[in-house]
Every structure is written in structure tokens, then in C-alpha cells.
């Protein structure tokens, strides 16, 4: 994460807690349990899932030679979030909080007449002195590309009544994620409405795991209107360490290479890997019933570093040179959500 992305959330949240005025504060204040859910329809951010680059090649002097990266373009899905926790009326508490998300979405086309597609996933296959499942002319590709990620937090903290509006609160805790991204389908020499569509086929797959467990620290500011309105605004910073592995893999499936030709695999299997989790959101509360009842709406942030690296990225020789297809420090989580909330 870079430290222009760390400053603005930082900024925000100091905004947020220079910004309190007169109102009363809303915190229920018994002893007792509380169950928070989350329903946050979610965006990955910054994959940077190469597919395939096309490079017209037809191209001749004086005219421009186009070429085109192929990524996978995601949409929203629903994540969930369920915290439940048991507070005391002196203001401390302690909670386990569970976040998961998994989507899956599909890439297909072929390249266009007159162009070479240089293939995003799956190890160059070298035999007898040549390269093979690198390119095709024009064509195609088939991918389905799936991400799961899933948190489990424990933490204890306390809050703190600044006043009759404004409410701070501070948690420690202990933290493990684990990130699974998967690619798979196939490539093939030509284009779908060649009449050997299907003599040169790769099918190709490339996976990246990860699990960490480390620390956590995070603060939320709550600024109270009156009796039934609110809004809070939290960041939190994990700190983690675990392993990773990735993998990736081409085999030849056509009419006419699958048993002419070897298959490829690679494997990269990293124990002292760390990662970082900055997560970031604002809500706005309406409060019922004397507070036993919250419901919300608000946006959700959340930046995974380190534990989402691609170890296994394809290296293609574009016109003699080894390039990488893929280079990214970290994938987000964003989007808007809405929630409910009872304290028992």
C-alpha cells in the first residue's frame, strides 16, 4: 500500500474526529451481548488479471501498431460481515468478527483479423528446440478467474464518552486471513469461427494461496445527533505473516497437439511471506428502541497487501523479450453496504 493511500485514510479519520459538536452521545449502557451483520456489495480493485495482450501485427510503415491488454473486469458481489461481542457498561468489550467474500467471473473472445494474442496465464511449454502455448493468431481465450477471501478477528477494546456527542474507541486483537484467487480455461491458436477451431488448444489454470495470522490495532469515532441518529467512521491496521503458494500449468488439449507436445508446470511455495490489512469504513446509524436495535448504511474499504502477490505471473517473450504480464502490489475490497445491528 502506498503512503499516499495510508495518508488519505489516516486524514479522514482525523477529520472525522476533529469534527464533533453538540448532540448527545448513543451507547447502550448495560452489560450484554451484541450481534452487528453486514451485507457490503463488493468490488475487487487493482487484480490486475492479465488474460492476454493483442498486438496488431499486421501493421506496416507509417501506421500505428495497436496493442491491447486483455484484464478481467469484475463486478459486484456481495461479501458478508458478522460481529458478535459482549460489552460491559464501563465501556470495554470484546467481539469475534467474521468478513468473507467469494466471486467468480468469466473472460471469452478472440483477437482480432490481423493480430497475434501473446496468452496471460500458464508456463511457456518448450520442446524440440521451439516454444509453444505462448501466442496465437488471431486467437482465443476462455477464462473463468475466482477470488475467496475470508478474515477472522478476535479482539478486546474500550470506548471513551468525550462528551454528550462524541464517542472513541479503541480494540487490539489478533487477526488471520486467507486469500484463494484461481484461473482456468483454455487458449487456442485460432479464433471461434476458424473451421479447425480447436486443433491447437492449451488448457491452462494458475492459482495463488495464502494464509496469515498476525496482529491488529484500530480506532472508530462515533458522533452522535440527538437520540436516534449517528454516524461512525473506523480504521484498523493488521499486521501478518504467513505462507504462500502458487502454482500455474498449460497442457496441450487440441485435435491435433495434445499428444504431440509435453506439458508445463511451475510451483513457488513461500513460508516467510508478510502482509499487511488496512481497513477503512463510514456509516451513518439510525438507533431504535432505546438503542437495542441499529440499522445502517455506509461504504467499506479494505487493502490487502503482501498476502495477495502473485508468485506464479506469467513471463512471455514479446518479440524476444522476457515481460511480465502481471505486476501488483495488492488487491481491495470496496463497496457500499448496509447492516443491522441488537444488542441484547
Same mark, same amino acid.
Given at each position: 500500500?502506498?503512503?499516499? #493511500?495510508?495518508?488519505?485514510?489516516?486524514?479522514?479519520?482525523?477529520?472525522?474526529?476533529?469534527?464533533?459538536?453538540?448532540?448527545?452521545?448513543?451507547?447502550?449502557?448495560?452489560?450484554?451481548?451484541?450481534?452487528?451483520?453486514?451485507?457490503?456489495?463488493?468490488?475487487?480493485?487493482?487484480?490486475?488479471?492479465?488474460?492476454?495482450?493483442?498486438?496488431?501485427?499486421?501493421?506496416?510503415?507509417?501506421?500505428?501498431?495497436?496493442?491491447?491488454?486483455?484484464?478481467?473486469?469484475?463486478?459486484?458481489?456481495?461479501?458478508?460481515?458478522?460481529?458478535?461481542?459482549?460489552?460491559?457498561?464501563?465501556?470495554? $468489550?470484546?467481539?469475534?468478527?467474521?468478513?468473507?467474500?467469494?466471486?467468480?467471473?468469466?473472460?471469452?473472445?478472440?483477437?482480432?483479423?490481423?493480430?497475434? $494474442?501473446?496468452?496471460?496465464?500458464?508456463?511457456?511449454?518448450?520442446?524440440?528446440?521451439?516454444?509453444?502455448?505462448?501466442?496465437? /493468431?488471431?486467437?482465443?481465450?476462455?477464462?473463468?478467474?475466482?477470488?475467496?477471501?475470508?478474515?477472522?478477528?478476535?479482539?478486546?477494546?474500550?470506548?471513551? !464518552?468525550?462528551?454528550?456527542?462524541?464517542?472513541?474507541?479503541?480494540?487490539?486483537?489478533? #487477526?488471520?486471513?486467507?486469500?484463494?484467487?484461481?484461473?482456468?480455461?483454455?487458449?487456442?491458436?485460432?479464433?471461434?469461427?476458424?473451421?479447425?477451431?480447436?486443433?491447437?488448444?492449451? !488448457? /491452462?489454470?494458475?492459482?495463488?494461496?495464502?494464509?496469515?495470522?498476525? $496482529?491488529?490495532?484500530?480506532?472508530?469515532?462515533?458522533? !452522535?445527533?440527538?437520540?436516534?441518529?449517528?454516524?461512525?467512521?473506523?480504521?484498523?491496521?493488521?499486521?501478518?505473516?504467513?505462507?504462500?503458494?502458487?502454482?500455474?500449468?498449460?497442457?496441450?488439449?487440441?485435435?491435433?497437439? !495434445?499428444?504431440?507436445?509435453?506439458?508445463?508446470?511451475?510451483?513457488?511455495?513461500?513460508?516467510?511471506?508478510?502482509?499487511?490489512?488496512?481497513?477503512?469504513?463510514?456509516?451513518?446509524?439510525?438507533?431504535?428502541?432505546?438503542?437495542?436495535?441499529?440499522?445502517?448504511?455506509?461504504?467499506?474499504?479494505?487493502?490487502?497487501?503482501?498476502?495477495?502477490?502473485?508468485?506464479?505471473?506469467?513471463?512471455?517473450?514479446?518479440?524476444?523479450?522476457?515481460?511480465?504480464?502481471?505486476? #501488483?502490489?495488492?488487491?481491495?475490497?470496496?463497496?457500499?453496504? /448496509?447492516?443491522?445491528?441488537?444488542?441484547?
Amino acid at each position: 500500500m502506498t503512503f499516499r #493511500r495510508l495518508g488519505t485514510l489516516t486524514a479522514v479519520a482525523i477529520v472525522l474526529a476533529a469534527s464533533a459538536g453538540p448532540a448527545s452521545a448513543q451507547h447502550y449502557e448495560e452489560d450484554g451481548f451484541f450481534l452487528f451483520l453486514d451485507a457490503i456489495f463488493t468490488t475487487p480493485q487493482n487484480t490486475d488479471q492479465v488474460i492476454a495482450v493483442t498486438v496488431d501485427t499486421d501493421a506496416g510503415p507509417g501506421q500505428v501498431q495497436s496493442q491491447q491488454v486483455i484484464v478481467t473486469d469484475w463486478s459486484s458481489d456481495p461479501a458478508g460481515k458478522l460481529q458478535l461481542g459482549y460489552r460491559w457498561a464501563s465501556g470495554s $468489550m470484546v467481539s469475534l468478527t467474521y468478513w468473507g467474500f467469494d466471486s467468480d467471473q468469466r473472460t471469452v473472445g478472440d483477437g482480432a483479423a490481423g493480430s497475434t $494474442m501473446y496468452f496471460g496465464i500458464g508456463p511457456t511449454i518448450f520442446y524440440d528446440g521451439a516454444y509453444y502455448g505462448t501466442y496465437g /493468431v488471431p486467437g482465443h481465450f476462455d477464462i473463468v478467474s475466482d477470488i475467496e477471501a475470508t478474515s477472522l478477528e478476535i479482539e478486546a477494546g474500550k470506548k471513551h !464518552a468525550l462528551n454528550d456527542a462524541f464517542l472513541l474507541e479503541w480494540a487490539v486483537g489478533v #487477526r488471520w486471513a486467507d486469500f484463494s484467487e484461481t484461473q482456468s480455461g483454455f487458449y487456442d491458436f485460432d479464433d471461434s469461427s476458424y473451421p479447425f477451431f480447436g486443433d491447437y488448444r492449451y !488448457a /491452462v489454470a494458475k492459482s495463488n494461496d495464502s494464509s496469515m495470522t498476525g $496482529m491488529e490495532v484500530g480506532g472508530r469515532a462515533t458522533y !452522535a445527533f440527538g437520540e436516534m441518529l449517528s454516524v461512525d467512521s473506523g480504521l484498523a491496521f493488521s499486521f501478518l505473516e504467513g505462507d504462500v503458494d502458487s502454482r500455474s500449468s498449460n497442457v496441450p488439449i487440441g485435435a491435433l497437439n !495434445a499428444t504431440a507436445l509435453p506439458s508445463a508446470s511451475v510451483s513457488v511455495k513461500d513460508n516467510d511471506r508478510s502482509g499487511t490489512i488496512v481497513d477503512f469504513d463510514f456509516n451513518v446509524v439510525i438507533h431504535l428502541a432505546d438503542d437495542r436495535y441499529r440499522v445502517w448504511l455506509g461504504y467499506e474499504y479494505s487493502d490487502w497487501e503482501g498476502l495477495t502477490v502473485d508468485l506464479a505471473r506469467k513471463q512471455a517473450a514479446l518479440f524476444g523479450r522476457q515481460t511480465s504480464f502481471e505486476v #501488483r502490489d495488492g488487491i481491495a475490497f470496496s463497496g457500499f453496504k /448496509v447492516g443491522v445491528g441488537f444488542l441484547f
